[in-house]
Nanobody, 115 residues
Framework: QVQLVESGGGLVQAGGSLRLSCAAS????????MAWYRQPPGKQRELVAS???????NYADSVKGRFTISTNNAKNTLYLQMNNLKPEDTAMYYC?????????WGQGTQVTVSS
């Protein structure tokens, strides 16, 4: 069992920045990958960015060049630095990790970007 807790969401103006954090606890050994997903209003959850234990990253086309995913392994924490935010980035953002054959999810943190 892995517990994930997101923080750092909030309300920002277009062009602003936020940094989301996801703290992992519990059975955190051998986590192979972590990711950020988001669910905009009226849409299904979508992958934003992912990172493997080897440091390989992938990003959705809509956030490339603006968002950066990273980890602090000593703190068991995942980050998403979000720059140049746009109103279309408004969504509930969820942390995710892959351990063994199971995906674990956090409770989400709301990001709202005003125009």
């Amino acid at each position: 069992q892995v517990q994930l807790v997101e923080s750092g969401g909030g309300l920002v103006q277009a062009g602003g920045s936020l940094r989301l954090s996801c703290a992992a606890s519990g059975s955190i050994f051998s986590i192979k990958a972590m990711a950020w997903y988001r669910q905009p209003p009226g849409k299904q959850r979508e992958l934003v960015a992912s990172i493997t234990s080897g440091g390989s990253t992938n990003y959705a086309d809509s956030v490339k060049g603006r968002f950066t995913i990273s980890t602090n392994n000593a703190k068991n924490t995942l980050y998403l630095q979000m720059n140049n935010l746009k109103p279309e980035d408004t969504a509930m953002y969820y942390c995710n990790c892959l351990r063994d054959l199971t995906l674990y999810w956090g409770q989400g943190t709301q990001v709202t970007v005003s125009s």
